[in-house]
């Protein structure tokens, strides 16, 4: 069992000694990489919970604690996955995607303000109700004949059963109330310029999420630095559906939201060219990925 009073060194030895054990024992088997990923997932949260039940902690500190862990778990999860098969263009930024959107999310679990709160989202079928009982009680100040009442519902259903055929989900990646007000947060790694689809679902949903309560809050956090040449982020940040945040920006948001400063945090303790093995680091920027290392 490691100490709490740990440091990154300690860390990042301490999980590259179970990886290597587990690699040892394991290295003969299909599915590797997902046995290594199990068990270095399992050991961070055995290491967390101690933490996480310390009362004599800040929420910040308990936090900063709980984010280092979670780095270091990643360096070493990196450093595998290319020892057992090197990464990829496509597998290497969904990678970085998976894991910096739990990272960010934690400030949200471990926040220091008392005014939020998490809380589940409508399903597709409560939304859909709500907005037939909007529009049906909009109908009814109408002068439209009951016959053509009943002809608009057809072509409504149809609407929805369209919708719902492409299986739109409502569910975001973080859902939180702020004071009353409530927040949907889409998070991206980042935002490439074949993203017709992801934009038309997300207008659909912001839109939903609109017409269930115009406060309705809607954001989108991206880790990489805005391209401004992107048609389809661009069309989402003039859409007056969604605000849109990027590099630097979405830490500036993240803070203020959660009141934990990220970025800071970021600068002083991730370092992902150090903290990686030369192995792994080389390879990286051998093959042009190290770019997205930055958070």
């Known amino acids: 069992m490691i100490s709490t009073m740990f440091t990154k060194d300690i860390l990042l030895s301490h999980f590259r000694e179970l990886a290597q054990n587990t690699y040892d ?33 800040s929420n910040n500190e308990r936090l900063d604690k709980i984010l280092l862990v979670y780095y270091c778990s990643y360096v070493v999860m990196i450093e595998f996955r290319n020892k057992i098969r090197p990464y990829e263009y496509m597998d290497f930024t969904r990678r970085i995607g998976e894991l910096w959107e739990p990272f960010c999310k934690l400030c949200w ?9 998490p ?3 409508p399903k597709f079928d409560e939304a859909k109700r709500k907005l037939l009982v ?17 002809e608009l519902n057809k072509y409504l259903e149809l609407m929805w059963e369209l919708i719902a055929s492409g299986e739109i989900k409502l569910e975001s990646d973080l859902h939180f109330k702020k004071g009353e007000v409530k927040h949907n947060i889409d998070f991206k790694s980042g935002f490439n310029s074949n993203e017709k689809g992801n934009t ?38 003039n859409s007056n559906i969604w605000s849109v945040y990027c590099g630097k920006e979405t830490y500036i948001k993240i803070q203020e939201l959660t009141g934990f400063p990220l970025k800071t945090w970021i600068e002083q303790n991730i370092d992902w ?18 770019q997205y290392l930055r958070w």
Do not use: C, W
């Open 273 to 290: 060219e150090n903290d990686l093995n030369k192995e792994t680091i080389d390879y990286l920027k051998q093959n042009n990925l190290s």
């Open 200 to 237: 038309n679902r997300l207008l659909m949903v912001g839109s939903i999420y609109k017409k269930l309560n115009p406060n309705y809050v809607n954001i989108i956090l991206v880790r990489a630095e805005e391209n401004e040449n992107n048609h389809y982020l661009q069309t989402l940040k």
């Open 134 to 150: 909007d529009l049906t009680t909009f109908m009814d100040t109408t002068s439209l004949t009951t016959d053509q009442k009943a």
């Open 109 to 117: 679990e471990y926040t220091s303000l008392d005014d939020i709160a």
């Open 119 to 121: 809380f589940t989202p």
């Open 25 to 57: 024992k394991n290295k003969t088997k299909k599915n590797l990489t997902t046995v290594m990923n199990t068990i270095i997932k399992r050991e961070s949260q055995i290491i967390v919970n101690p933490i996480k039940d310390d009362e004599s902690l």
